[in-house]
DNA sequence: AACTTACTAGCA
DNA sequence: GCTAGTAAGTTC
């Protein structure tokens, strides 16, 4: 008798076994999906292996073997089961999440695999690992197109990974001009998901160009993974598991031999240290174009002097932009907010307008005249009376490019200014003085006269030990934007983040960096996880947290420290309220493999519980 | 995750 | 004794 040892996509770990009648031994294959009972339902499951022997008394009968081949082959197998373990999460979950949703469903395809391409005997990369930091977008990509090459040359198949569907389409225009190669186009939503996944597990694409969930792309024999932009969170998944695309590159090269390469003109603090210590080579391109003059502007003054109460600019700044605009020069007024208004409160009864379903205030949005949860999406119209004390006096206050912009028509009447908000492109000749939040950073090629970073501390105020790096990367990727100057703002006058680019050596910022990191003891140096109570009571999610707390404690080892519980931030979304339980160790894998026994036996009715390893 | 069973408190 | 609510255990 045969049994196949069955994984299913649930928070159950498994696998599960089930009996195979001999009709059924010639499908039996590992790597195939099945239909198997469950309890009293049917459920799709992935076969995992196959043994003649079970402990397991009063077995069941395995349904429907849905494939004739594998859907899922060695490498795809141990590199899924490697997830799991790392993000605290099932065999079968990891699986799942590797896969196209139609197959998840049970769909069924047909696999022509006899046109495969043998596996060259020589292996590309070994595992090599690269960090390519140009601070020059096209001297990156010379590098990838070159890697590229080469691999095709050994025979061997890429994967290149994106952080968003519009760089993915760039990508595609840039890899099609310069490399001879059948391109294969991966990402969630696409609509022919599963037939471009079916081409490439047939062996018909080479290089595959990719968002996020490509890191799974059925290839057969891989030879280089490149990830564009390493250090994007994008790459970080929002739902269970968490996984990072990094970290499964990581492993999924070691698992397939390949070689990997990082790019980025603003690492990872992650990706950078592990370049420090040599653990993976490091190559850095220098800017070629010329570096801007980088100037600190000291704001501690601005808001002196009753004339000046609302002024958002300063004296140095004010000149700068004038000059230019005598100079008939082109201006980006930069800040990292969207809006009129930050948030609306009554004058009064003082209170703040807030999100129904969120702990967070809600902004003003001037021209559409429209309240906005950035949290929930939740939209309302801006209220006429105050809905606590019904007074008439509902007042608007904060910085959003918005707000600065009817600020500079006042400064600057002569000047044509304009606001972009998420608009696709920018057009350089619609205005002299344009004003924007990030999403600048990615649209134009368009290299201005000057730009003024506004507003950038609150950024670096955040209480996030990544909020350096973050607003770091936000002033690396403004640098893209001009050879000239740029003005920053701020009264944090001597911060590492400035200190780097005025003396125009991005390594000062990753020295001063790691070593408050290392100082407090945060990634990269030591892990964090997180677990997330989510529970619609909001006395039930404090209780219940503490209680796990408590016992978490209890079990730990030294290995592992649980080191805090607080409500989420927000405390409440959509209507749930979160509570969180901050881990830290050198080993995810040993928080994972601890999470995972002392989680089992903690349930709270109406509470979800949920991990997250390394967040972002 | 989904479902079953066990236990507890409140109530007529 | 009954029910509702929740805690705890199980799934091949």
């Known amino acids: 008798m045969l049994y196949a040892k069955v994984v299913l996509g649930i928070p159950v770990e498994g696998p599960f076994d089930y009996m195979v009648p001999d009709t059924l031994y010639k499908k039996l294959k590992v790597g195939v999906r099945a239909w198997v009972p469950f309890r009293n339902r049917r459920m799709l499951g992935y076969v995992v292996g196959i043994t003649r022997k079970t402990n397991i008394k009063n077995l069941k009968t395995i349904g429907e073997i849905i494939d004739e081949a594998p859907i899922l082959d060695k490498n795809m197998l141990s590199l899924t089961k490697e997830l799991s373990g790392y993000y605290c999460c099932s065999w079968g979950e990891a699986i799942e999440t590797a896969l196209p949703q139609a197959l998840r469903k049970g769909r069924l395809i047909k696999l022509n695999t006899l046109n495969l391409k043998a596996a060259s005997g020589k292996s590309a990369g070994l595992g090599e690992v690269f960090l390519i930091h140009a601070l020059d977008e096209n001297e990156g990509w010379d590098r990838y197109i070159q890697a590229i090459k080469d691999t095709l040359e050994s025979n061997k198949s890429v994967i290149v990974l994106l952080p968003d569907i519009n760089s993915v389409l760039k990508a595609q225009e840039i890899i099609k001009a310069r490399v001879k190669a059948n391109l294969g186009i991966l990402y969630r939503e696409q609509p022919r998901e599963l037939e471009e996944w079916v081409r490439i597990k047939e062996g018909r694409a080479d290089v595959i160009i990719a968002t996020r969930s490509g890191i799974f792309a059925p290839v057969n024999n891989l030879g280089l993974i490149i990830i564009d932009e390493e250090q994007n969170d994008v790459y970080k998944q929002e739902q269970v598991p968490h996984y990072n695309c990094r970290e499964v590159a990581f492993m999924r090269v070691r698992i397939e031999k390949a070689k990997l390469i990082l790019g980025s003109a603003q690492p990872s603090l992650e990706s950078f240290y592990l370049a420090r210590k040599n653990k993976i080579k490091y190559i850095f391109i220098p800017r070629t174009r010329a570096f801007p003059e980088i100037k600190i502007a000291d704001t501690h003054y601005l808001y002196r002097g009753p004339k000046q109460k609302n002024a958002i600019l300063t004296k140095y700044l004010e000149d700068s932009i004038i000059s230019t605009l005598n100079s008939k020069g082109k201006i980006l007024l930069f800040l990292n907010r969207k809006g009129f208004a930050t948030f609306a409160s009554c004058r009064y009864c003082g209170m703040v307008l807030e999100c129904p379903r969120c702990n967070i205030n809600l902004v003003y949005y001037f021209k559409d005249s429209i309240l906005k949860c950035h949290y929930c999406n939740f939209k309302m119209q801006p209220p006429t009376i105050c809905p606590n004390c019904n007074s008439g006096y509902i007042r608007y206050a904060g910085l959003g490019t918005e707000k600065i912009e009817s600020e500079l028509s006042r400064l600057f009447p002569q000047a044509i200014i304009k606001r972009l908000d998420n608009s696709k492109h920018l057009d350089i000749n619609a205005a002299d003085i344009f004003i924007s939040a990030t ?178």
């Open 439 to 616: 999403s600048i950073i990615k649209e134009t090629q368009y290299s201005f006269d000057l730009i003024g970073v506004l507003i950038i501390d609150n950024s670096l105020n955040r209480i996030d030990f990544r909020a350096a790096e973050k607003a770091f990367g936000l002033l690396i990727g403004l640098l893209r934007l001009t050879d000239k100057k740029i003005v920053i703002q701020t009264r944090l006058l001597k911060h590492h983040c400035f200190n780097s680019l005025v003396d125009k050596d991005v390594s000062i910022f990753y020295t001063e960096e790691l070593k408050q990191r290392k100082q407090l003891g945060f990634p990269p140096y030591k892990h964090l996880a997180i677990v997330k109570l989510r529970t619609k009571k909001e006395e039930r999610a404090k209780e219940a947290s503490n209680m796990l707390f408590n016992k978490l404690k209890k079990y730990k080892t030294k290995d592992i420290n649980i080191v805090s519980v607080n409500p989420g931030q927000p405390s409440k979304l959509r209507g749930n309220f979160y509570w969180q339980i901050l881990i830290k160790s050198d080993n995810p894998r040993k928080i994972s493999r601890f999470l995972k026994i002392h989680l089992k036996d903690f349930s709270h009715s109406g509470i979800i519980v949920t991990v997250d390893i390394d967040p972002v």
